[in-house]
Structure formats: C-alpha cells, structure tokens
C-alpha cells in the first residue's frame, strides 16, 4: 500500500463545475495536510493546509479532513480553466518533518 | 522578497560526469529539502535538512548522491558519477521555524546521456 494515494485521472470537469479531488493516506499518526497545485513543468505551489477534523474554506477551494477514515479532499467550486493542473496531496509523517506526496491528479477544466 | 532559488534550470551532462545541484533557501527558513520528480516515481524526498543538520537522508538512492549545507542560506546536491536513471525534475524546498508548509524553488530538469 502507497503511504499517499491519489487517483490518477485525468479528472475532467466543465468549467463552473465543482471539481472534487481526493486522497488517503496510510500513516494514522499524520497530524498535517497539504494540498499543492502543481502546471506543466512548473513547481508545485501550496494552496492549502488543514491539521483538524472538518472543513477549511479559502475563496473557492476547501480543504476537508477526516482523520478516522485517513481522508483527505480538494473542492474546487466554480472550476476556471486555469484550475487545470495537477494537484498533489501531501501528508506530513508522524515523526513531523518528512511530508509524502501522492502521485497527483490531473485535473482538466474544459471551457 | 526572492523565493526559493536553483541553479541550473536545466543541465545536460554525460553519464559519468560529477553534477551539482545548487539551492539557495528563502531569507529565514531554517528547513530545506531536496526532492526528485519522474513520471514513473512521482516526488520523492531524498534529504531533509533543519539548521543546517542533515536529518534525514533515507531517500538518497546511493552513495552517488551527497548534499550538503555549508551555511544556512545555501545548499548542494551533488551527484557522482552520475547516470541515465539519475535523469529527473531535481526540487529544493524550504520552510520556517518548524512550520511544515514547504515552498519551492523552479527545479533542475537533469538530463543524463
């Protein structure tokens, strides 16, 4: 089993659509979560963290958490196409410095 | 204020030549990481460093890989002989006072022939 799992896609979505992007992960003791945004031969860029059970909103992504199923999501509503990118999840290890990536998901927001 | 910076952008080197990786943090971090990205294995930590102290250096693949800290704003990674399987988007990343969120510089694309 992957320590961060993603689902590959490509996840193709009309734009003004929700986008929904998901993970899991396999260390229970993980206490952070980040999700990046990564283009096309570009560097991976951080737009969201969460640490707690629940919902965390920034403009129109939220970020939610649920540690007793070790799940992870990205919403993204009213998808644009300049959404379109990968999107890495990443989860810091118990110890509390090594982050692990998944393999992201390449999202397609279609004009 | 500057990012993450990396140096080269892209290098294109024989098998067998020594390379070397150079990543200067952002003003005031005091973690810094370097990652390697393939299709195939995706973004893989192979050191991580915290006030200059290697802490962790399990991913380094072999003892062709090395890193090093010399001060706390700067660091290398350097790769001896190097070889095609080495070829990869090379990422150095930093973060601030034990805060895990980790910001990255444009990347090395190393292409060995």
Redesign the interface.
Known sequence: QKEVEQNSGPLSVPEGAIASLNCTYSDRGSQ?F?WYRQYSG?????IM?IYSNGDKEDGRFTAQLNKASQYVSLLIRDSQPSDSATY?CAV?NTG?????????TRLFVKA | DAGVIQSPRHEVTEMGQEVTLRCKLISGHN?L?W?RQTMMR????LI?F?NNVP??DSGMPEDRFSAKMPNASFSTLKIQPSEPRDSAVY?CASSFGGR????????TRLTVV
């Open positions: 952070s980040f570009k560097s991976p860029e951080l963290f890495l810091l509390g410095f090594k982050t692990i990536f998944g393999a992201g | 973690s990481f990652y995706g973004l893989e930590l991580y915290n802490i962790d990422f895990p969120e980790a910001f990255f510089g444009q990347g």
